[in-house]
């Protein structure tokens, strides 16, 4: 059990009560699951990403140029890569960490590998269960 279906399988229940609920983007590897992330997640008042704050309201209760993603890849190898975090959406770039104020969500990156199917499983359920 290693096949994009079967990781789809196990990630999309566990992931389903996330508010907004990341939807699968890419149903082939490289996995891909996006998300918004609502205004009142970010800190202004830091700024982190240096955002435009007039430009990012301007679409309602979700930032415009920021965005959360779940990626995994498998490898010639059978090994397995995992990405979980924020995204810049222009470029693609992710971000490191997107706040650093304890009051808001820090959607830090979370970068990791796996030798096999199970390794990344148990993660993910260890993760996300």
Known sequence: ?????????????LIANFDPTPNIVN????????STIFIQDYDFSENKLDLDEKYERSNSNQLKSVRTAIEINKEKDGCFEYWDG????????????????KDFPSFSLINKKFKNFNELKKFLVDIYG
Do not use: G, Q
């Open 27 to 34: 149903e082939h590897f490289p996995l891909r699951w996006e």
């Open 1 to 13: 059990m290693n096949t994009a279906n079967d990781l789809i399988a196990l990630i999309d229940p």
């Open 86 to 101: 924020a995204f810049m959406v222009e470029s693609h770039a992710w971000c490191s960490k997107l706040n650093n104020n």
